[in-house]
């Protein structure tokens, strides 16, 4: 897992540790030494900590004009055991809600694993966004059908054509404007 590397394409536009808007200004990563584990694997030092045992981020992009962040995730999403959403919710998602973001796309490749609890913090965060809406891109199908188990499908959208973007080579306003379009179509807006 330690050679798994959060996407870096973006980052001359966008920081989040240099963003004084953002939950994780001023954050630092240490490029030469391995210090948080996933279960006694460690992970690449430029993943941010959360304060969760099993699951970590990055916040690849943010668009305060547009209103809309991108986040990749790594490791184990734990909501039974570390509850992992609530941590999520509070040290990230209410701060950027906060600052005006209203649209998420949650890039899912390298989370390996979900358990599930009760579905409350999805569905605050989904009534917060008022307008805006929760995507989820990349998931793994297995994760994808244990979120569909606690009906968090309610709530975030995922699969078809979400999963069919190539994200890795547009770049984030064709992305947002990509997956705005699909769930508008899906909304029959």
Known sequence: MHTIEPFY???????????????????????????????GYYIHPQWDNIDSETLFLKILYVDYNEGYAVIEFIGEWNDTLNNDIMTLKRNIIDLMIGEGINHFILIGENVFNFHGSDDAYYEEWFEEVEDGWIAALGFQEFVVQEMQQFHLDYYINFGGELDKIPWRT????????????????????
């Not at 980052?11 to 210090?35: H, K, V």
């Open 170 to 189: 547009i770049t984030p306003p064709q992305l947002f404007h990509v997956v705005n379009s699909l769930i508008q179509r899906r909304l029959g807006a």
């Open 9 to 39: 394409n973006w980052i001359e536009a966008y920081t989040a540790s240099e963003d004084e808007r953002s939950p994780l200004y001023g954050a630092e990563n240490n490029e030469s030494q391995y210090t948080d584990t996933i279960y």
